[in-house]
């Protein structure tokens, strides 16, 4: 009994509530892409649709970054930490996603032109560079960095060094991914928080260096 009395109640109801008004906002920030997958039977013979479509996810990735930031830094009024971050970071998460959906677009189709053909031996560094692009893409979210050049390649520089987190990262997002295709409720609902926090999290040591 003493011990239940020393949970600090309100500090976890806080911040599961804190999680579901972040998953809320990561749905309707990203509605265009689920709508999508609602209709379709099954994405996978349109990849590349999808793909591009995800674009819209970048936006809502970095406000849910920008949220999470917040609430580390003890602002809990997430929804408008959310919304401000979403309307600040839009055009630089948007190119940011965009150019890393025409990246891993192109080297999927490449992947799957040299997949059993002659040039198969170059199937493994082409799955390496989609993944490289991922999450440099990922780590340029964290940072809230614009996409140059220089930006660009120090995440990617740092994705690399940092590989163990970038791969942790990835498995992460893929689990995530297929959660949404596979239990909609369930990846929609409960996981984008938890999820997410951890890439953040991840992706803040990795990018250390460049704050």
Partial sequence: MRLLA????????????????????????????????????????????????AVVCGPAAAAAFAAFRGLSEGEHRVGRTF???????????????????????????????????????????LALLIALVAATATALLAAGAKLTWKTTLACAYLSLRYWYLSLVNLAILGILAAAVVAKPAVGLFLLPAPALYAVWANARHLTAALR
């Fill in 6 to 53: 020393r949970l600090p109640y309100d500090t976890v109801f806080g911040t599961v509530y804190a999680g579901l008004k972040i998953n809320l906002c990561l749905v309707a920030a990203c509605l265009p892409l689920l709508a999508a997958l609602a209709v379709s039977g099954s994405p996978l013979p349109a990849w590349p649709f999808f793909t591009a479509l």
């Fill in 83 to 125: 919304w401000t971050a979403y309307r600040n970071a839009f055009g630089r998460a948007l190119a940011v996603a965009a150019a890393a959906a025409a990246a891993v677009i192109v080297l999927a189709v490449d992947f799957q032109l040299a997949l059993g053909g002659p040039f198969g031996a170059v199937t493994p560094l």
